[in-house]
């Protein structure tokens, strides 16, 4: 079996695909790609056995077949080579690989690609077709408040509920929780699934925006079909809590600030603040809110004013910097608001003014208890 292929394309659509490799796999076969030829096509996979992701480009070939080839080896020798047509001569009686060039040639001994896991095939599948753009934004907007732990595997990824309606995308750890809805892309029928958090990298990695991506789901497994790449995923099985029962109703303290404002005024403060708790403290006095830290370890504090607007009754709240500075980082909007019931309550945090009428977001976050 040989083959000719630019050699700049060859690393583009592996590196494309490179981020599926791990070095802790249980399975030797997976530190390879496994090559596919048929009629001048080839189509390159990786996979963990939880994610799949393939590419296929054109070539120059003489016949089909398949083989398996050590990754980081082929990468490693791609990135030190200029561009120029690369061919492959694979003998199929001994897995040899030589790759010959302008001014040289290297061997190295690939692996019956019949060995390589196939990807599950998925049957009665239900699908939706969408933006890269919503796609990508509904996983900025929402993958910084997955969790990480490992007795609540539910968490660690994205929850995707598919409505004929809408499409929304919950994340959360516990401590905060961001839902992020569409009203522009919809299904056919009501499905939901939880996505898990290298499958969603991977697509935020891949993904130009303007692309159309098709998103076919069953039980257990998820394919994300976009420009000649296809990813394959294993869901995370297990019940999603409910989140719409922690998102309080009753917030009658209001108040609304500039984002650039309080983002960079917590920033300051938040260096002050206890290394443990990274808490900060809003106390809003009429039109004044005060922001403020210490570390009483240390003897370290800090306090900042800033103007703002408010609605309800004075009050003070501390919440984990970090979280909150999560949550301001990913919001567009120019002012924000920040919801609140009572100092023991989650706050919640949304846009002042809806840039976009098709997207709702809405961010919540535990506060931390105020050491008197």
Do not use: W
């Not at 390589?116 to 009665?124: G, I, M, R, Y």
């Not at 919503?134 to 990480?148: M, P, Q, V």
């Not at 595997?153 to 929850?159: I, L, Q």
């Not at 003070?316 to 002012?335: Q, V």
């Amino acid at each position: 079996m040989n083959f000719v292929v630019s050699s700049s394309s060859l690393l583009k659509n592996l590196q494309t695909i490179s981020g599926v490799l791990t070095t802790s796999n249980t399975l030797p076969i997976l530190d390879n790609f496994l090559f596919e030829i048929n009629d001048n096509a080839l189509t390159v996979s990786a996979s963990d056995l939880e994610t799949t992701m393939k590419t296929t480009f054109d070539v120059e070939a003489n016949k089909s077949g398949k083989i398996c080839v050590p990754a980081k080896l082929l990468l490693d020798v791609l990135k030190n080579l200029p561009e120029q047509p690369l061919t492959f001569t694979v003998s199929m009686d001994n897995f040899s690989i030589e790759i010959s060039y302008t001014n040289g040639k290297s061997k190295m001994v690939g692996y019956n690609g019949d060995d390589f896991p196939k990807a599950p095939e998925l049957k009665k599948t239900e699908h939706t077709v969408v933006t890269g753009e919503i796609i990508s934004e509904a996983i900025n907007k929402t993958l910084f408040a997955t969790g990480n732990d490992d007795l609540r595997p539910v968490m660690s990824g994205v929850f995707c509920q598919l409505t004929p309606e809408d499409m929304t995308f919950v994340a959360t750890d516990a401590h905060k929780l961001v839902r992020y809805k569409r009203t522009d892309s919809k299904a056919s029928g009501n499905s939901s699934f939880i996505l898990p958090k290298k499958a969603l990298n991977m697509l935020r990695n891949n993904l130009k925006g303007e692309e159309e991506v098709k998103i076919e789901y069953t039980d257990s497994n998820a394919v994300f079909t976009f420009n000649n790449t296809e990813l394959t995923c294993r869901l995370i099985d297990g019940k999603y809590p409910n989140y719409e029962a922690v998102i309080p109703n009753e917030n009658p303290n209001v108040l609304t600030v500039d984002r650039n404002s309080i983002l960079s005024s917590i920033k300051r403060v938040s260096i002050f603040a206890n290394k443990t708790t990274h808490q900060v403290k809003l106390k809003i006095t009429g039109s004044e809110l005060s922001i403020s830290a210490e570390d009483v370890d240390f003897s370290n504090e800090a306090n900042e004013r800033l103007t703002c607007s408010y609605e309800g009754e004075d009050m003070e709240i501390g919440f984990n910097s970090r979280f909150i500075l999560e949550m301001l980082n990913n919001i567009d909007t120019e002012e924000i608001k920040i919801m609140m019931s009572q100092p023991n309550r989650a706050g919640l945090i949304l846009p002042a003014v809806a840039e976009n009428e098709n997207e709702d977001i809405l961010m919540l976050v535990m506060p931390v208890m105020l050491n008197r």
